[in-house]
């Protein structure tokens, strides 16, 4: 038999799952688990939970699709968002994507060693464009809003060893490209633009936004 006790915790775990799913109207949710995104947002001192976003397989871009890369990107980020919209039809959820682009192909992360090395490679000495698409949804208000930065990086110019020690020394799985504009003694040259928009959100675009909605008084 079932203890009066066993009763009363499952009911509580039942309580917690279904609050969990159903968070106040006024909550904010990053659509990312990305430990750099979280800083940023802790930083401007917004009150926020993370959740995972359900992209699994993120689309191919081709420069022949007829989609520029920015709306290409806005798209990622959108579809981050919209893909736990059903779990928190209340809440506002910001989605985000950041991406690598150079001589027409995009560079997400790695998929293993072998791939982060032909990236670095390929990036070795040359200046590209990092963009980062950012959004904003609320399903219950039908608000969908979208941007987009872009910042200019240099890559170092680097031999075969450089960029093996570089990746031992710092993983580059979880980053666009490869490689972390954070890192201290990294391979980053230089840069233009905003130094968010390469870490992985794009501040100057998404500050204003949650002005907008009276999420966040900067």
Do not use: W
């Not at 430990?35 to 397989?57: A, C, Q, Y």
């Not at 950012?134 to 987009?148: G, H, M």
């Amino acid at each position: 038999m079932i203890s009066e006790l066993s009763i009363i915790c499952l009911y509580f775990l039942y309580f917690m799952a279904l609050h969990a799913d159903n968070p106040k109207n006024n909550t904010i949710i990053l659509a990312s688990s990305s430990e750099r995104r979280i800083s940023i947002l802790n930083k401007l001192g917004l009150n926020f939970i993370s959740v995972k976003h359900k992209i699994d397989t993120e689309p191919a871009y081709s420069k022949n699709s007829g989609i520029s890369i920015e709306n290409f990107i806005m798209m990622l980020a959108t579809d981050k968002a919209r893909s736990i919209e059903n779990r928190y039809p209340n809440s506002f959820i910001i989605g985000a994507d950041t991406l690598i682009y150079l001589d027409g192909k995009v560079y997400g992360k790695p998929l293993d060693f072998f791939e982060a090395k032909r990236i670095i490679k390929h990036l070795s000495g040359k200046t590209h464009e990092v963009y980062t698409g950012i959004s904003l949804i609320n399903r219950k208000k039908n608000i969908y809003e979208a941007d987009i930065d872009k910042s200019l990086v240099k890559i170092k110019y680097l031999t075969d060893a450089e960029i093996i020690e570089y990746i031992n020394k710092y993983p580059p799985y979880d980053k666009a490209g490869s490689y972390g504009v954070q890192d201290e003694n990294g391979i980053v040259e230089n840069f233009t633009g905003s130094f968010n928009n390469i870490l992985g959100l794009c501040t100057d675009k998404l500050i204003p936004l949650l002005n907008k909605y009276e999420l966040l008084k900067i």
